[in-house]
């Protein structure tokens, strides 16, 4: 058996930090065929391709477009993002021209538990420290032009309000990209008269942000401004909406977002060409990577690899319905990522004893994957199951998993990209390869565009998280109600949600059906033209553990950072 996951001591950046990377300038033309001329580079390693130069490429044709999802995620850890990155490598391993598009990671999940977005073990994207750390600037953008909205609010209503704007209605909470818990309900203003009117307030962290949302949906710039101007911020006494447009807000927060807005280029450890471009979370938002860096991938490459967040049923049903919705695209083939050990804990499990055999665990685990398979085929898209391989998998749990997913009709491949690059998933990339020349995938989205708001977060409940049905208040339903009144019960649902179960009970493992979906409070993001449903215990504004992964970052006297995975 090949080498496997955890039997390599090194971590994920000093692998990283000893790669030999190519100057992306070199990369990009020999690759992809940019000349250098139509980068903006950022150092040595990463650069921004021109929006001139991505206008360019609108009348290439298309490759084909490969979406990475996963099973419902748990502390064994599943792999997604790495499997993106060993994928592609492996395409391009057995002659297949790919590129990927991944998010760009929060520095709030960064410095708290969820670790880095980079990929891990030889299957990485680098620079990593950039890449999980400030990298080109685009959240600091994002959140820039999200508060100096939030700004011009404020400063409206103490300059006289002109536009009458309610301060118990004023709809934009402020953004941060970090974990803290104690921003997530406060009074601002206060002081007295020189600070303007104290009101309630509160953050979300910027990858919640409707900024980051309509950054990642927007296709041009022209685009990006009109779907800012859009931005709904309060009501009047009469419950009128007023809107960033209103106070002239757009045109400034597009000044602060036009660098932003190009495609950030770097590479994967096998000099692979990848797009990291935006970074919405899959549980509090639609947790895909940004429309201009999948369009412009699909016009330089002959398959396209990107990654939704967390499983299926969140960043999976959030990449067809909200951006495949809005954009025409459409996958050609689905890649569900599981391990033998995270699918051991949705049978039960405890994390310590995951490296003993237990068979009986496995199958209770694999109905969690079996829904998934089963939600992607609704959606009518073929699905490519890709096992990640740990050095305590044995014979007769992979025959399990693989014997289950057979008689699901699909194929199970044991994928070993971690300790091996490209060449460990050769395997999973040819099955991929197979999926797509099939022409089976036809995707179809799970509700139309006129069913009325409620009844889609119903939809999305009972079909793809099994719920016996929604449970949400009356003040909750007249909210839904005045959107649709306002114009907009035509748009999609984004579920904010737990990520860890199919229910709104982190706790809940495995598939559980006949459960009640609780829709706690909704918001309405008029730029980003979707709705917002708040549902259980879930917030937009996440907390530290009581542990930080900030505890163990750190830098040394040569300038080389320490600790960040």
Not at 36 to 51: F, I, Q, R, T, W
Not at 66 to 82: F, M, N, Q, R
Request: charged share 25%; proline share 5%.
């Amino acid at each position: 058996m090949p080498a496997s996951q955890h039997t390599n001591p090194k971590t994920d950046i000093q692998i990283a930090q000893e790669a030999i990377k190519r100057p992306i300038m070199e990369l990009a033309k020999e690759k992809l065929g940019i000349a250098p001329e139509n980068l903006d580079p950022y150092g040595h390693y990463k650069a921004k391709v021109s929006m001139d130069y991505v206008k360019s490429l609108k009348d290439k044709p298309n490759g084909k477009l490969i979406l990475v999802s996963a099973i419902s995620p748990t502390p064994a850890g599943e792999g997604k993002t790495t499997t993106t990155v060993g994928l592609t490598d492996a395409l391009n391993h057995i002659g297949k021209k790919a590129m990927l598009c991944l998010r760009e990671p929060s520095l709030g999940p960064s410095f708290g538990m969820k670790g880095g977005a980079a990929g891990g073990g030889y299957a990485q994207v680098v620079p990593m420290e950039d890449i999980n750390l400030h990298f080109t600037g685009d959240f600091h953008a994002i959140g820039a032009a999200h508060n100096l909205l939030s700004a011009l609010i404020d400063n409206h209503i103490y300059w006289g309000n002109a536009l009458g704007i309610d301060g118990r209605r004023v709809a934009w909470r402020r953004a941060i990209d970090m974990n803290d818990r104690s921003l997530r309900q406060m009074v601002s203003s206060l002081g007295g008269v020189a600070n303007g009117f104290p009101r309630e307030d509160g953050f979300d962290i910027t990858v919640a942000s409707e900024v980051m949302a309509i950054f990642c949906l927007a296709k041009d710039l022209e685009d990006l401004k009109t779907r800012l101007g859009n931005i709904i911020v309060a009501y009047t006494r009469d419950r009128k909406p007023v809107r960033a447009a209103d106070l002239k807000a757009h045109g400034p927060m597009a000044v602060l977002l036009k660098d932003a807005l190009a495609p950030n280029l770097v590479q994967t450890l096998e000099g692979t060409p990848a797009f990291i471009h935006g970074g919405p979370f899959a549980n509090i938002a639609h947790g895909c990577n940004s429309v201009l860096a999948t369009t412009t991938a699909l016009k330089l490459a002959d398959y396209v690899v990107t990654e939704a967040g967390f499983g299926a049923d969140l960043g999976g049903e959030k990449f067809i319905d909200i951006k495949c919705r809005k954009t025409g695209l459409k996958p050609d083939a689905v890649v569900l990522v599981a391990t033998i050990r995270a699918l051991k804990m949705h049978g039960g499990v405890k994390k310590e004893d995951l490296k003993t055999e237990n068979l009986k665990a496995l199958e209770v685990g694999m109905s969690n994957l079996q829904r998934h398979v089963e939600n992607v085929q609704k959606f009518g898209l073929v699905p490519v199951v890709s096992i990640n391989r740990f050095s305590a998998d044995t014979d007769a749990e992979i025959a399990l998993v693989k014997s289950a997913c057979a008689k699901l009709g699909v194929e199970a491949v044991m994928a070993d990209h971690w300790a091996e690059g490209g060449k460990g998933a050769a395997d999973v990339a040819r099955a991929v390869v197979k999926a797509v020349d099939s022409g089976k995938s036809n995707m179809k989205l799970l509700y139309p565009d006129d069913m009325p708001l409620v009844e889609k977060i119903r939809t999305i409940a009972k079909e793809i998280y099994r719920a016996r049905d929604i449970a949400i208040a009356k003040p909750v339903q007249d909210q839904l109600a005045s959107f649709e009144a306002m114009g907009f019960g035509k748009v999609p649902v984004c579920i904010a949600k737990t990520q860890y179960s199919f229910s709104t009970n982190p706790d809940s493992k495995a598939a559980p059906n006949d459960h009640v979906v609780t829709v706690r409070e909704v918001r309405l993001s008029a730029g980003a033209e979707f709705v917002v449903a708040v549902c259980g215990d879930i917030m937009t504004m996440p907390g530290l553990p009581k542990v930080p992964a900030a505890n163990s970052i750190d830098i040394g006297p040569d300038g080389k950072i320490v600790g960040l995975f």
